[in-house]
C-alpha cells in the first residue's frame, strides 16, 4: 500500500487516521469511491495518472490505472462508465449489494446497510437517487470509519461493516469489473479493488485472531 503514499486524492480530515497504514487504507477505499461513484473528472484523471505501484501485485495495478488515465479521456471514460454501470436499460455490472447477493435490487442488505448508516449519523445527500449499497457508497463510507470522520477510528467497528456489507459481495463484483467487456480504463480498477478486499479480509482475519488470542492469555476462552 505504499504506492498511495504519495496520492493526492482527498481523504478525510488530515492526520486524522491513526497511523501511515490506516491513512494509505483510508486512501485507497476513497480512491475506488471517487472512480465508481460517477465518470471520472478530468481533475480526477489527472490525479489518477499520478500514482506510483510498487512491486506488488497491488501496486502494479495502480501503475496500470495511472497509465490507463494517462492514454484516456474524460469523455471516454464517460462512456466506459455509462456502459458498465448504465447502460440502456441496464449496464454490463450493477453495482449494488442487493443485487450481488440476492439477484434483485432494493431488498434485504439494502435495508441493513440504511440501518447501519443510521447508527453512524450518515444521512442521504438531499436529491440523492443511489441506493446506499452502491459500491462506492460503502467504499466511502469505510473511509470515513478509518479517517475519523465519523468519531474516532474503531478497527472493531470498521470489521463489522467490512464483514456485514462489503466482504460477501464486493471482491466477486471486482474481479467481474476487470473482466468485463466494456472494461478499458476500468479494468485496473477492477483489478485493484480485487487486491484491496483480499488485503482487507486477511487483515481483518489477523485481528479476529489476535482478539481469540487475547481472550485466551485472560482465561475468557470457552
Known amino acids: 500500500m505504499t504506492a498511495l503514499a504519495e496520492g493526492t486524492l482527498d481523504h478525510g480530515p488530515a492526520g486524522a487516521a491513526g497511523d501511515d497504514a490506516d491513512l494509505l487504507r483510508a486512501r485507497a477505499y476513497t480512491l475506488l469511491a471517487q472512480l465508481l461513484a460517477r465518470p471520472p473528472s478530468?481533475?480526477?484523471?489527472?490525479?489518477?495518472?499520478?500514482?506510483?505501484?510498487?512491486?506488488?501485485p497491488l501496486g502494479q495495478a495502480l501503475d496500470a490505472l495511472a497509465g490507463a488515465a494517462r492514454?484516456?479521456?474524460?469523455?471516454?471514460?464517460?462512456?466506459?462508465?455509462?456502459?458498465?454501470?448504465?447502460?440502456?436499460?441496464r449496464g454490463e455490472l450493477v453495482p449494488y449489494a442487493s443485487f450481488y447477493r440476492t439477484g434483485f435490487l432494493h431488498d434485504r442488505p439494502l435495508a441493513r446497510v440504511r440501518q447501519d448508516l443510521q447508527?453512524?449519523?450518515?444521512?442521504?445527500?438531499?436529491?440523492?437517487?443511489e441506493p446506499e449499497d452502491h459500491v462506492a457508497t460503502l467504499c466511502e463510507v469505510m473511509a470515513a470509519l478509518i479517517d475519523g470522520s465519523l468519531g474516532p477510528p474503531d478497527v472493531a467497528q470498521q470489521k463489522r461493516f467490512f464483514d456485514r456489507h462489503i466482504a460477501p459481495w464486493a471482491g466477486r463484483f471486482f474481479a467481474?469489473?476487470?473482466?468485463?467487456?466494456?472494461?478499458?480504463?476500468?479494468?485496473?480498477?477492477?483489478?485493484i479493488g480485487r487486491l484491496f478486499m483480499e488485503i482487507e479480509t486477511d487483515a481483518f482475519a489477523l485481528v479476529t485472531t489476535?482478539?481469540?488470542q487475547d481472550?485466551?492469555?485472560?482465561?475468557?476462552?470457552?
Do not use: M, N, Q, W
Open 42 to 56: 478530468a481533475s480526477l484523471l489527472a490525479a489518477a495518472s499520478g500514482l506510483h505501484g510498487d512491486g506488488t
Open 71 to 89: 492514454r484516456t479521456t474524460e469523455h471516454r471514460t464517460e462512456r466506459e462508465y455509462h456502459t458498465l454501470f448504465i447502460g440502456v436499460v
Open 119 to 129: 447508527a453512524l449519523g450518515v444521512e442521504r445527500a438531499p436529491g440523492v437517487a
Open 176 to 191: 467481474d469489473l476487470e473482466a468485463a467487456e466494456a472494461a478499458d480504463f476500468y479494468r485496473p480498477v477492477g483489478s
Open 210 to 212: 489476535a482478539a481469540g
Open 215 to 222: 481472550k485466551e492469555r485472560e482465561g475468557y476462552a470457552p
